[in-house]
């Protein structure tokens, strides 16, 4: 019988991207229509791979090697979706690798279903910006991207809660931060397409921090553990950068992150609050 970490192997050695995440989008229906029946999958223990299966293009650079975008061309803004759109691919990845790395660990079902949701919807934002850029005249896989993103993946493999503590609620909640200046690029421009996709991602993200400071906060109250403090010490164990304000504390708010959580890792002291 199919089980639900079988369905999480089979997007991560998926290579080619579009194919991908059309598996990741079917597998995810399997899961909810089994829920809906109440005759839920197994999870299984089939075992992901270290590093998920990736198409031969795009060429992978170091950060540093990357070439610089100007949003004011039409080339620039087309480099600009390709990185979310290489970003959204990796989330894909990321939401199944904590489905199967992690289902070892007893959880109430509610938990499968947040994360399959959260890698159903980065497949929807990835196709969304895969038709962008062919609308634009490219498509993934035209420009370099960037090398470095599976290495949260990687550093927080052996630990639940550090996984929640960076991805989501590091990584993800950083997304909210800055989507709404590359909105107002695409606003500008007139580029509806791209706009819309990018507010669709900016609108679906929040639900993923918001998972990811669910499930956090319920590992803490499991363990007994202070929510703060904890997130405090994994996140400087594991994420090997400060945070960079501007905030959007609206959203991260929105999301179940007070600013206790992010302003004392932040490069850049609070403004003063009356
Ligand atoms: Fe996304
Ligand atoms: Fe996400």
């Given at each position: 019988m199919t089980t639900l970490t079988d369905l999480a192997v089979a997007v991560l050695t998926a290579a080619d991207a579009r194919e991908k995440t059309a598996l990741s989008r079917r597998n995810a229906a399997l899961w909810f229509a089994a829920r809906a029946q109440g005759t839920p999958l197994p999870l299984g223990a089939a075992l992901p791979p270290d590093r998920p299966a990736r198409p031969a293009r795009p060429e992978l650079l170091a950060p540093r090697d990357m070439p610089r975008r100007r949003p004011g061309t039409l080339a620039g803004r087309v480099a600009l979706l390709h990185a979310v759109a290489h970003i959204e691919l990796n989330a894909v990845d990321l939401h199944w690798d904590i489905v199967a790395r992690f289902a070892h660990i007893p959880m109430p079902p509610g938990f499968h279903d947040d994360w399959v949701k959260a890698a159903d919807e980065e497949s929807k934002h990835f196709t969304l910006l895969a038709d962008c850029l062919e609308t634009m005249g490219?498509?993934?896989?035209a420009l370099p991207a960037h090398a470095g993103m599976w290495r949260a993946a990687e550093d927080t493999a052996g630990d639940l809660m550090a996984r929640l503590a960076v991805v989501p609620m590091v990584l993800e909640a950083r997304g909210l931060d800055v989507t709404p200046q590359m909105i107002d690029i695409f606003r500008g421009t007139g580029e509806a397409q791209a706009m819309a996709a990018l507010e669709t991602i900016y609108a679906e993200e929040v639900g993923h921090v918001a998972y990811g400071s669910k499930w956090f906060h319920f590992l803490c109250g499991r363990h007994d553990l202070d929510p703060k403090e904890v997130f405090h010490a994994l996140v400087r164990r594991h994420f090997h950068a400060t945070l960079k304000p501007p905030f959007n504390e609206e959203k991260r708010a929105e999301a179940g992150l007070p600013p206790d959580f992010y302003w004392p890792l932040a490069d850049a002291a609070p403004p003063a609050a009356d």
């Amino acid at each position: 019988m199919t089980t639900l970490t079988d369905l999480a192997v089979a997007v991560l050695t998926a290579a080619d991207a579009r194919e991908k995440t059309a598996l990741s989008r079917r597998n995810a229906a399997l899961w909810f229509a089994a829920r809906a029946q109440g005759t839920p999958l197994p999870l299984g223990a089939a075992l992901p791979p270290d590093r998920p299966a990736r198409p031969a293009r795009p060429e992978l650079l170091a950060p540093r090697d990357m070439p610089r975008r100007r949003p004011g061309t039409l080339a620039g803004r087309v480099a600009l979706l390709h990185a979310v759109a290489h970003i959204e691919l990796n989330a894909v990845d990321l939401h199944w690798d904590i489905v199967a790395r992690f289902a070892h660990i007893p959880m109430p079902p509610g938990f499968h279903d947040d994360w399959v949701k959260a890698a159903d919807e980065e497949s929807k934002h990835f196709t969304l910006l895969a038709d962008c850029l062919e609308t634009m005249g490219s498509h993934y896989g035209a420009l370099p991207a960037h090398a470095g993103m599976w290495r949260a993946a990687e550093d927080t493999a052996g630990d639940l809660m550090a996984r929640l503590a960076v991805v989501p609620m590091v990584l993800e909640a950083r997304g909210l931060d800055v989507t709404p200046q590359m909105i107002d690029i695409f606003r500008g421009t007139g580029e509806a397409q791209a706009m819309a996709a990018l507010e669709t991602i900016y609108a679906e993200e929040v639900g993923h921090v918001a998972y990811g400071s669910k499930w956090f906060h319920f590992l803490c109250g499991r363990h007994d553990l202070d929510p703060k403090e904890v997130f405090h010490a994994l996140v400087r164990r594991h994420f090997h950068a400060t945070l960079k304000p501007p905030f959007n504390e609206e959203k991260r708010a929105e999301a179940g992150l007070p600013p206790d959580f992010y302003w004392p890792l932040a490069d850049a002291a609070p403004p003063a609050a009356d």
